[in-house]
């Protein structure tokens, strides 16, 4: 069974700027979930998606949103990009409210 | 949400056993533990989940007291290939909000 798979691995970005990353998760997995990892702040959950519904979310301003697609995929966008905002960004599916979630590699947005 | 915390690293020996233990005080009757691990660059990989007494699997046993207040990773005879952050989790699994904690640091010597 193929893993949880992010797109692109790799992004750099300037200030200001926009970006969509994408997240295919695990065939037959519903529920997809989002988080931002640094060194200073470690892994922390942005959203949680399950059937095209965000069912959770963090605590991050109003330019980080997503959503789901019927097939369960899931992008993730961010607006008016800061500095801050570099990271690596994870994606993670699971079967249901109880079942483990399995992370991708994550996409590294660099922002210049 | 239960709030975990975990020694900030730990340093063994290859073929040693190890064990790391979590505390969370506050669990909640329905929550589970789960375990991961992650490498640099790449992303958490799951390890085990239980919800009472042990659990075993093909790369380690969780060991979880009656209480549920803690629970104590065991990797037995670990490789230099361990060397990883090791995250426990409470309750958040898909579905719920999610917290990790800072995670262990084990660094395996030759």
């Known amino acids: 069974k193929a893993g949880v798979t992010q797109t692109p691995r790799y992004l750099i970005k300037t200030r200001g700027q926009q970006v969509t990353l994408s997240c295919s998760p695990i065939?037959?997995?519903?529920?997809v979930s989002w988080y931002q990892q640094t060194p200073g702040q470690g892994l922390q959950f942005l959203f949680e998606?399950?059937?095209?519904?965000?069912?959770n979310k963090g605590n991050f301003p109003g330019r980080f949103s997503g959503r789901q697609f019927s097939n369960s995929r899931s992008e993730m966008n961010v607006s008016t990009l800061e500095l801050g905002d570099s990271a690596l960004y994870l994606c993670?599916?699971?079967?249901?409210?109880?079942?483990?979630?399995?992370f991708g590699d994550g996409t590294r947005l660099s922002i210049l | 949400l239960a709030k975990t915390t975990q020694p900030i690293s730990m340093d063994s020996y290859e073929g040693q056993e190890v064990n790391i233990t979590c505390s969370h005080n506050?669990?909640?009757?329905?929550?589970?533990i789960t375990w991961y691990q992650q490498f640099p660059s790449q992303g958490p990989r799951f390890i085990i989940q239980?919800?009472?007494t042990k659990v075993t699997n093909e790369v380690a046993s969780l060991f979880i007291p009656a209480d549920r207040k803690s629970s104590t990773l065991s990797l037995p005879r670990v490789s230099l290939s361990d060397t990883a952050v090791y995250y426990c989790?409470?309750?958040?699994?898909?579905?719920?909000?999610?917290?990790f904690g800072a995670g262990t640091r084990l660094f395996v010597k030759a």
């Open positions: 993670a599916s699971s079967s249901d409210a109880r079942g483990p979630q399995h």
């Open positions: 065939s037959g997995h519903r529920s």
């Open positions: 998606y399950f059937s095209e519904t965000q069912r």
């Open positions: 506050n669990i909640a009757t329905n929550d589970y």
């Open positions: 239980g919800y009472k």
């Open positions: 989790l409470v309750g958040g699994t898909g579905g719920f909000k999610t917290i």
